[in-house]
């Protein structure tokens, strides 16, 4: 069976440098996959790559077995469904003009959340953490998704709300054939919806398992992978950046030892100390250059 969504070898980060890499996986019509790893792990940047956020490095995002390069905003108008964890919910209007703005029905809509039915007059802006939550995703699956993206629908929410989203994901895949990724730190409740899960840590999948199966050995999964925080991916590019000027710099050192010995003079006197005091002053104005551009 041709999968709805299938990434091949995709590698992706930022400023050209990757960030995940060998990232291959599937999602079937009618199917929820859970993306499961550490904090850091890359599991984001999968996401909105496979969205159109950011574009590839290298590899490919396949929708129904073709090759798709356009942007985050043509991929969701030919039927990708997508929640990010900042909600995005237009806090000035109401409830019932965010759902009219998402473009479904807003009587779907209120079926998969009748909770929401009572605020329909209230602007997004006063609603709670999990109202605006069940307001994204009910925008999201009531235009009827072929794919539906989500990222950390259960962040900062109660368990009974985390159960209420996670269930209209799975009505959504089983009544309308919807796919489903869905990026979630709370494993053992992502898994009970599921049919798949994925492992990341590091930028790279580690194990793939079905729901099942990985929920009877989600002990040993939280043992080995889940716990404690992964590389961030600021601190991966950094690293690399470091390690990149350190591979140069030592090459140049090689040319100034030959030159100094076949003229008799110093070419210079940087050492690696001095190296390391260079990185960490270029880091802190590329840090103060990022806190200006946030203001």
Not at 55 to 69: A, H, R, S
Request: charged content about 30%; proline content about 3%.
């Amino acid at each position: 069976m041709t999968p709805l969504l299938e990434t091949r070898n995709l590698k992706a980060g930022y400023l050209s440098r990757e960030v995940v890499r060998a990232v291959n996986l599937t999602v079937q019509r009618g199917e929820v996959v859970c993306l499961l790893g550490p904090n850091g792990a890359g599991k984001t940047t999968t996401l909105m790559t496979i969205a159109g956020e950011l574009m590839p490095v290298d590899g490919l995002v396949l929708f129904n077995n073709v090759p798709t390069f356009t942007p985050m905003y043509q991929r969701v108008r030919n039927g990708i469904g997508l929640v990010t964890e900042d909600r995005l919910v237009f806090t000035k209007l109401s409830t019932r003009d965010n759902l009219r703005i998402g473009g479904g029905s807003v009587d779907d809509a209120l079926a998969l959340f009748p909770e929401l039915e009572p605020r329909l007059s209230v602007r997004g802006g006063m609603l709670s953490g999990g109202e605006q939550q069940m307001l994204a995703l009910a925008r999201a699956l009531s235009r009827k998704p072929s794919l539906l993206l989500a990222d950390e629908l259960s962040l900062g929410l109660a368990p009974m709300i985390v159960d209420r989203l996670l269930s209209a994901v799975r009505t959504a895949a089983d009544q309308h054939g919807t796919g489903a990724l869905i990026v979630e730190q709370h494993a053992r409740k992502a898994l009970k919806y599921s049919d798949r899960m994925y492992l990341m840590a590091r930028g790279q999948i580690q194990l793939e398992l079905p729901s099942t199966e990985a929920l009877e050995r989600l002990d040993e999964i939280e043992a080995a992978y889940l716990s404690g925080v992964s590389e961030t991916e600021e601190d991966h590019i950094e690293r690399k950046r470091r390690k990149n000027k350190r591979k140069a710099w030592r090459r140049l050192r090689v040319r100034e030892r030959e030159l100094e010995r076949l003229t008799g003079k110093v070419v210079s006197t940087r050492s690696t100390e001095d190296d390391e005091l260079y990185l960490d002053k270029e880091q802190r104005r590329r840090d103060q250059a990022m806190r200006q551009k946030r203001r």
